[in-house]
């Protein structure tokens, strides 16, 4: 009787760790906002800047195979804001979704930086363009 409560305690234990660690990584996942600082070379690695919780720093958008057959990605381009969703790590942001969306849909802290770079690419870039 002792040995059955006992092998049903550590069941019940060993069940609650697992649900417990599926649960937090599925928390791992954050919402961002972001936008692109300079003309992409590598699609699979864009320089942006990143706001999150309402800090913005300068990160790199980590794609996926999944991500890079997404349209919004194909035609992704100097100065595009982004949603993102995904997380963080030491080489960058790794994405799991992707909506491009109107500078004015930014956050505050980043809606300065899409002014800026627009500025920035129509004083530099588009006299250019023939």
Do not use: Y
């Amino acid at each position: 009787m002792i040995r059955t409560a006992v092998i049903m305690c550590g069941f019940f234990i060993v069940t609650a760790g697992i649900v417990k660690a599926s649960s937090t990584v599925a928390e791992e996942d954050v919402v961002a906002f972001a936008v692109v600082s300079e003309l992409p070379k590598d699609k699979t690695r864009i320089p942006a800047k990143i706001a999150i919780d309402g800090s913005v720093s300068d990160m790199t958008l980590l794609a996926s195979e999944q991500i890079l057959s997404n349209l919004v990605w194909k035609t992704l381009e100097i100065c595009h804001s982004l949603k993102l969703e995904g997380q963080t790590s030491s080489e960058g942001f790794r994405i799991r979704s992707v909506r491009a969306i109107d500078g004015a849909m930014l956050p505050m802290v980043l809606q300065g930086v899409a002014g800026d770079c627009l500025l920035k690419k129509a004083l530099e870039v588009a006299p250019f363009v023939d």
